[in-house]
Nanobody, 121 residues
Framework: VQLQASGGGLVQAGDSLNLSCRFS????????MGWFRQAPGKEREFVGA?????YYADSIKGRFTIARDNAKNMVYLEMNSTKPEDTAVYYC??????????????????WGQGTLVTVSS
């Protein structure tokens, strides 16, 4: 399995940004797809996951939306009402474990390379 995240960049607080993750190398619809982020000096944290339905961290609930297109082997993270604290490297990840929707990063064994999102105030 290979994951390729893209779409990061510099935005101002309140702006929107859409991240994409391309999946290849296996049967996409068998996988739970997750988004994580890691800010400088902090642990990698769960953002959300798509596995049948979508699950979100409380910190981004109502602002971010995950969508997946099984026909295109793509998963997206739509970021709205961004805040400076959303600044991080964003990673997509894949797991065959249905419990991965819970958000534990240890349940994901496939990771993309990350894409940097910077939100200025």
């Amino acid at each position: 399995v290979q994951l390729q995240a893209s779409g990061g960049g510099l935005v101002q607080a309140g702006d929107s940004l859409n991240l994409s993750c391309r999946f290849s190398g296996s049967v996409f619809n068998r996988y739970v797809m997750g988004w994580f982020r890691q800010a400088p000096g902090k642990e990698r944290e769960f953002v959300g996951a798509s596995g049948g339905r979508s699950y979100y961290a409380d910190s981004i609930k109502g602002r971010f939306t995950i969508a997946r297109d099984n026909a295109k082997n793509m998963v997206y993270l739509e970021m709205n009402s961004t805040k400076p604290e959303d600044t991080a490297v964003y990673y997509c990840a894949a797991s065959l474990n249905p419990r991965a929707v819970s958000g534990s990063r240890y349940r994901y064994n496939k990771w993309g390379q990350g894409t940097l999102v910077t939100v200025s105030s």
